[in-house]
T-cell receptor, first 113, second 118 residues
């Protein structure tokens, strides 16, 4: 079945350093979504990427969708302590399915002040 | 934005009893809702897809007779854990799919329900 691999599993950074998490799908995706989950909380939708090669920015966050629509990345510039949490990518392939999200295992980010 | 509520937020029940969890989309209609389970420090695992007015579609390995899903309206889906066992203790999260435009959707998650079976 479809799988979404996400690396790294953990990332510890010093405040002010950059951070990147990567997702790879075993199949071509219709779109990919990114979520942030704070400790003890629920996943919060960050963004959705649909087009091949798409790049979107939200302040210090940059999201990319690969040309083949099988990989994606989230890059945070100059991390802050408020960035702490687990970042999940989730892929969707609408072809032949109900469009359910397949989640990566997440990257847990810790930021040392 | 879009808001999805989930009730209860926490529930403790005895082994052998049943527990019902409600998921509501508060400001939009959701023909499709999803139920996930999350074990500590792990990712979300899809349990089932719930479509309004029809039977839910369960993922492989999920017992449909144990996890009963009802999607009776465009704003409400329920998950009932029947004959609960301690191994059913987990964090259950629902999400509702909101149509944005054409074939584009966004999914919004409820706050989750922490189930503890003693």
């Amino acid at each position: 079945g479809q799988q979404v691999m996400q690396i790294p599993q953990y990332q510890h950074v010093q405040e002010g350093e950059d951070f990147t998490t990567y997702c790879n799908s075993s199949t071509t995706l219709s779109n990919i979504q990114w979520y942030k989950q704070r400790p003890g909380g629920h996943p919060v939708f960050l963004i959705q990427l649909v087009k091949s090669g798409e790049v979107k920015k939200q302040k210090r966050l940059t999201f990319q969708f690969g040309e083949a629509k099988k990989n994606s990345s989230l890059h945070i510039t100059a991390t802050q302590t408020t960035d702490v949490g687990t970042y999940f990518c989730a892929g969707v392939n609408y072809g032949g399915s109900q469009g359910n999200l397949i989640f990566g295992k997440g990257t847990k980010l810790s930021v040392k002040p | 934005g879009a808001v999805v509520s989930q009730h209860p937020s926490r529930v403790i029940c005895k082994s052998g009893t049943s527990v019902k969890i409600e998921c509501r989309s508060l400001d939009f209609q959701a023909t499709t809702m999803f139920w996930y389970r999350q074990f500590p420090k792990q990712s979300l695992m899809l349990m089932a897809t719930s479509n309004e007015g029809s039977k839910a579609t369960y993922e492989q390995g999920v017992e449909k007779d144990k996890f009963l899903i009802n999607h009776a309206s465009l704003t409400l889906s329920t998950l009932t854990v029947t004959s609960a066992h301690p191994e059913d203790s987990s964090f259950y999260i629902c999400s509702a799919r909101k149509n944005i435009a054409g074939a584009r959707y966004e999914q919004y998650f409820g706050p989750g329900t922490r189930l503890t079976v003693t």
